[in-house]
C-alpha cells in the first residue's frame, strides 16, 4: 500500500514506519518536526516537512494513497490543562482539516493514534472498548473529539477508519540494524524519567502518592512495548471496513505499579534510582489496565514483549546510546 504516515518523526511514528516498509509497503512521512526529530525518520521513506493542516498538498486525488495512518498531535496532559487552546487547535482543527484532504483525495482508510486517556476515571477495571468516556483532562477530551469526527465520517462518506486506543507506551525498537525510540522533550513519562535518574540526570526519581488502593500503595498502569503497538497498526489496516469505524484498547491487560517500574529499572540498569514519595497528583485514577481482548479476537493481536524487563531493557538499550 502507499501510506502516508503524520507524525512519523516522533516516537510511535518513527517505529511503525520502520515495520511499514519492511513489511513492503510505501512510506511517506509528513512531520513539521514540532517535537519530532528529522533522523528519527526512517531513511526509505519520503520525507515531506509540513504541517497537517497543509495535508492537501501531498495528499492530492492522483496521489493514489491507501491510508493515512495519523499519529500527528501533541501528547501532554499536564501541558494541554495550561494551554487548553493549543490543544484544540493542533489536535482537533488540524486533524479536521487532514480529514478534509482525505476526504478529497478519496484516501479510502484512516488509523488513527488514540488514547487511554479518553476513558478518564474507570468505572470497572479492566477497561473495555464500551466504558464510559469521560476524560479528564483537555488532551482526552482532543483526542475523543477526533474519534467522534472520524465516527462521523465512516457514516456519512464511507471511510474505513480504525482508532486504537494506546495505554502507556515503552520500550524501543531494538534490532541488529536499528534502534528507534523514545526522545520527549520535556519528557513527562515514567519509565524515561526512571531511566535519567538511573543515568544520573536527576538526583531522584518522584513517585506521586504511595496510599493508593493498590498492592503497595503506588498507582498501576497498562504498560504496551512499542513494538508490539506498531504491530497493531499493521493488523488494523488490514482489518478496515468501508464504512465501519472500529476501535481496539491496546495494553498488556497486566498492570504494574511504579514501584514495580523503579524495580525493574533498578534491575536492568544496575542504578540505585533513589525515589522520593511525593503527594498525590489532582485526577491520578490509582489503577489503570486495558482489556485488549476485542483486538486479541479481531485482529489477532497477541503482545510479544509485554514484560517490564523487556520494556525497560530495550528503552535502556536506547536511551544509553543516543539519549544520554
Ligand atoms: N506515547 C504514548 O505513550 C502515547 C499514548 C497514547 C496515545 N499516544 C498518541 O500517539 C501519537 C504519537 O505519540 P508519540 O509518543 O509518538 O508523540 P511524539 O511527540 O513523539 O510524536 C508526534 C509527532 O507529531 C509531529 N507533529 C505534531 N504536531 C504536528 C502537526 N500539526 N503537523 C505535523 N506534524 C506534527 C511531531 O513533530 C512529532 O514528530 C499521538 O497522537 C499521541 O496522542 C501516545
Same mark, same amino acid.
Given at each position: 500500500?502507499?501510506?502516508?504516515?503524520?507524525?512519523?518523526?516522533?516516537?510511535?511514528?518513527?517505529?511503525?514506519?520502520?515495520?511499514?516498509?519492511?513489511?513492503?509497503?510505501?512510506?511517506?512521512?509528513?512531520?513539521?518536526?514540532?517535537?519530532?526529530?528529522?533522523?528519527?525518520?526512517?531513511?526509505?521513506?519520503?520525507?515531506?516537512?509540513?504541517?497537517?493542516?497543509?495535508?492537501?498538498?501531498?495528499?492530492?486525488?492522483?496521489?493514489?494513497?491507501?491510508?493515512?495512518?495519523?499519529?500527528?498531535?501533541?501528547?501532554?496532559?499536564?501541558?494541554?490543562?495550561?494551554?487548553?487552546?493549543?490543544?484544540?487547535?493542533?489536535?482537533?482543527?488540524?486533524?479536521?482539516?487532514?480529514?478534509?484532504?482525505?476526504?478529497?483525495?478519496?484516501?479510502?482508510?484512516?488509523?488513527?493514534?488514540?488514547?487511554?486517556?479518553?476513558?478518564?476515571?474507570?468505572?470497572?477495571?479492566?477497561?473495555?472498548?464500551?466504558?464510559?468516556?469521560?476524560?479528564?483532562?483537555?488532551?482526552?477530551?482532543?483526542?475523543?473529539?477526533?474519534?467522534?469526527?472520524?465516527?462521523?465520517?465512516?457514516?456519512?462518506?464511507?471511510?474505513?477508519?480504525?482508532?486504537?486506543?494506546?495505554?502507556? $507506551?515503552? %520500550? @524501543?525498537? =531494538?534490532?541488529? *540494524?536499528?534502534?528507534?525510540?523514545?526522545?520527549? #522533550? +520535556?519528557? &513527562?513519562?515514567?519509565?524515561?524519567?526512571?531511566?535519567?535518574?538511573?543515568?544520573?540526570?536527576?538526583?531522584?526519581?518522584?513517585?506521586?502518592?504511595?496510599?493508593?488502593?493498590?498492592?503497595?500503595?503506588?498507582?498501576?498502569?497498562?504498560?504496551?512495548?512499542?513494538?508490539?503497538?506498531?504491530?497493531?497498526?499493521?493488523?488494523?489496516?488490514?482489518?478496515?471496513?468501508?464504512?465501519?469505524?472500529?476501535?481496539?484498547?491496546?495494553?498488556?491487560?497486566?498492570?504494574?505499579?511504579?514501584?514495580?517500574?523503579?524495580?525493574?529499572?533498578?534491575? $536492568?540498569? %544496575? @542504578?540505585? =534510582?533513589?525515589? *522520593?514519595?511525593?503527594?498525590?497528583?489532582?485526577? #491520578? +485514577?490509582? &489503577?489503570?489496565?486495558?482489556?485488549?481482548?476485542?483486538?486479541?479476537?479481531?485482529?489477532?493481536?497477541?503482545?510479544?514483549?509485554?514484560?517490564?524487563?523487556?520494556?525497560?531493557?530495550?528503552?535502556?538499550?536506547?536511551?544509553?546510546?543516543?539519549?544520554?
Amino acid at each position: 500500500m502507499k501510506l502516508l504516515v503524520t507524525g512519523g518523526a516522533g516516537y510511535v511514528g518513527s517505529v511503525t514506519s520502520r515495520l511499514l516498509l519492511d513489511a513492503g509497503h510505501e512510506v511517506v512521512v509528513l512531520d513539521n518536526l514540532r517535537t519530532g526529530f528529522r533522523e528519527a525518520v526512517a531513511p526509505d521513506a519520503t520525507f515531506v516537512q509540513a504541517d497537517i493542516a497543509d495535508a492537501g498538498r501531498v495528499l492530492t486525488p492522483d496521489a493514489g494513497f491507501d491510508a493515512v495512518l495519523h499519529f500527528a498531535g501533541l501528547i501532554a496532559a499536564g501541558e494541554s490543562m495550561a494551554k487548553p487552546e493549543l490543544y484544540w487547535h493542533e489536535n482537533v482543527v488540524k486533524s479536521l482539516a487532514l480529514l478534509d484532504a482525505v476526504r478529497a483525495a478519496k484516501v479510502p482508510r484512516v488509523i488513527f493514534s488514540s488514547t487511554a486517556a479518553v476513558y478518564g476515571n474507570p468505572v470497572e477495571l479492566p477497561i473495555t472498548e464500551a466504558a464510559v468516556k469521560a476524560p479528564t483532562s483537555t488532551y482526552g477530551s482532543t483526542k475523543l473529539t477526533f474519534d467522534l469526527a472520524l465516527t462521523s465520517e465512516t457514516f456519512a462518506h464511507g471511510l474505513a477508519a480504525v482508532s486504537l486506543r494506546y495505554f502507556n $507506551v515503552a %520500550g @524501543a525498537y =531494538i534490532t541488529d *540494524e536499528y534502534e528507534i525510540g523514545e526522545r520527549h #522533550d +520535556p519528557e &513527562t513519562h515514567l519509565i524515561p524519567i526512571t531511566l535519567q535518574a538511573a543515568a544520573g540526570k536527576r538526583d531522584k526519581l518522584q513517585l506521586f502518592g504511595d496510599d493508593y488502593p493498590t498492592a503497595d500503595g503506588t498507582c498501576v498502569r497498562d504498560y504496551i512495548h512499542v513494538e508490539d503497538l506498531a504491530r497493531a497498526h499493521l493488523l488494523a489496516l488490514d482489518a478496515t471496513v468501508a464504512g465501519e469505524h472500529r476501535i481496539y484498547n491496546l495494553g498488556n491487560g497486566n498492570g504494574f505499579s511504579n514501584r514495580q517500574v523503579v524495580e525493574a529499572a533498578r534491575e $536492568v540498569t %544496575g @542504578a540505585a =534510582i533513589p525515589v *522520593e514519595i511525593a503527594p498525590r497528583r489532582d485526577g #491520578d +485514577p490509582a &489503577t489503570l489496565v486495558a482489556s485488549s481482548d476485542r483486538a486479541r479476537a479481531e485482529l489477532g493481536w497477541t503482545p510479544q514483549k509485554n514484560t517490564l524487563q523487556a520494556m525497560i531493557g530495550d528503552a535502556w538499550t536506547f536511551y544509553q546510546k543516543h539519549v544520554a
